[in-house]
């Protein structure tokens, strides 16, 4: 064999190694990334919650009906008015009997109580008072139809364009709706709130009423005490919206967001979504 030819084979043998390197190598990645999750909810978005990167997705666009999770945009509006007013959230209101009897989760509220704004956003985010919802609305806004409309214009300012809210507490309404993806970018927002995520982290509270009054708020979201570095968010339930959750966690000073909407296994589908993130 002249040397040319030797040339041409060792040269080959070498191309050759080196594409079955790489094949191996791209394997090797293949074998160790993790496959995304199949999930119960009709739609979800899991993002990095200090980029907004979107990490999975399943129809994150599509409308659908956000139940109590609608409650992080009524706190959001009320700690950042309070923060506009430089007013204390620790400071006692006097409950308005609009806010009284409201139906569905309740923290009892009693006409011209006097309850601070601090644990009525506890009652709101632990307990997901709905009594509580309409009293800070009504408190914060001056009446609840202009509180709603600043939690619209909230939402607008984040580039929420298919997002409308016609209460601040999340009971079933055709024209109250969002969508997943708009949902996340809600829940980031509100994570940039130091008080905020204090609260939404809590796994109970107890409240400065009256003691004949219900005090003790434990925290509905099961993320903050089942999830390894959960940190929130909100649960929400209707007969007609379904199980929806927002749930956070942050592990190694990752922060991930998750929604899952009309989830019938929400928390399997948030730690499902949560645990992915991580991974990959």
Not at 102 to 124: C, H, M, N, Q
Not at 157 to 178: A, D, I, K, Q
Request: net charge negative.
């Amino acid at each position: 064999m002249n040397r040319y030819k030797l040339f041409v084979l060792i040269f080959v043998i070498i191309i050759a190694v080196v594409c079955a390197a790489a094949l191996y190598y791209r394997a090797s990645l293949g074998a160790y990334a993790p496959s995304p999750p199949q999930i119960s909810a009709n739609q979800a978005i899991l993002i990095n919650g200090t980029t907004g990167e979107v990490l999975f997705e399943k129809r994150a666009d599509e409308r659908t009906y956000p139940a109590s999770t609608t409650k992080i945009m009524t706190a959001l509006v009320t700690l950042e008015t309070m923060k506009h007013l430089r007013s204390d959230i620790e400071q006692t209101v006097k409950i308005p009997s609009g806010a009284v009897g409201v139906e569905g989760s309740s923290i009892y509220l009693a006409a011209d109580e006097e309850v601070s704004i601090k644990d009525l956003l506890y009652g709101l985010m632990l307990r997901s008072g709905n009594d509580a919802a309409v009293a800070l609305a009504e408190i914060i806004g001056g009446n609840a139809e202009n509180f709603i409309q600043m939690m619209n214009d909230r939402a607008q300012g984040l580039g929420c364009t298919n997002t409308n809210f016609v209460n601040p507490h999340g009971l079933f309404n055709e024209n109250h709706y969002t969508t997943a993806r708009e949902m996340a970018l809600i829940a980031m927002e509100a994570m940039k709130d130091e008080t905020f995520r204090e609260i939404s982290a809590a796994r109970s509270w107890q409240a400065s009423r009256q003691p004949d009054k219900f005090n003790y708020f434990y925290n509905k979201n099961k993320v903050v005490s089942e999830y390894e570095g959960g940190t929130g968010i909100k649960i929400g339930y209707t007969e007609k919206s379904g199980r929806t959750l927002v749930a956070s966690a942050e592990r190694d000073g990752v922060l991930l967001i998750c929604v899952v909407m009309g989830a019938p296994d929400w928390f399997r589908d948030a730690y499902a979504l949560l645990n992915y993130g991580f991974e990959k």
